[in-house]
């Protein structure tokens, strides 16, 4: 069983820095993209970056500029480093990852738990 376990939420003023990290475990063949998503209080959840095995990033618009996604794929893990945060920000943030398992190299999408983050203006 793969699993995604996030740490690095909190409260942040307006303007500060936050850095999530995600270790992905579990029986795993490889792992495809890795990415990070975020739902506010009675919005859908949004992807906010994605970054493929071979590195290659992608950013929801709201965040150019000021957030960086990275991994490790020697270490299973995704980070995503949140500068200039804004109240806008405020939401749960959710790893995800495409991982590939046995047998057949089977796809499977897998979610963490979800950590909280919290800009005050």
């Known amino acids: 069983q793969v699993q995604l376990v996030e740490s690095g939420g909190g409260l942040v003023q307006a303007g500060g820095s936050l850095r999530l990290s995600c270790a992905a475990s579990?029986?795993?063949?490889?792992?495809?993209?890795m990415g990070w998503y975020r739902q506010a209080p009675g919005k859908q959840r949004e992807l906010v970056a994605r970054i493929t095995s071979g590195g290659r990033t992608n950013y929801v618009d709201s965040v150019k500029g000021r957030f960086t996604i990275s991994r490790d794929n020697a270490k299973n893990t995704v980070d995503l480093q949140m500068n200039s945060l804004k109240p806008e920000d405020t939401a749960v943030y959710y790893c995800?990852?495409?991982?590939?398992?046995?047998?057949?190299?089977?796809?499977?999408?897998?979610w963490g738990q979800g950590t909280l983050v919290t800009v005050s203006s």
């Open positions: 579990g029986s795993m063949l490889g792992i495809n993209n």
């Open positions: 995800n990852a495409g991982v590939y398992i046995a047998p057949a190299y089977r796809y499977i999408e897998v």
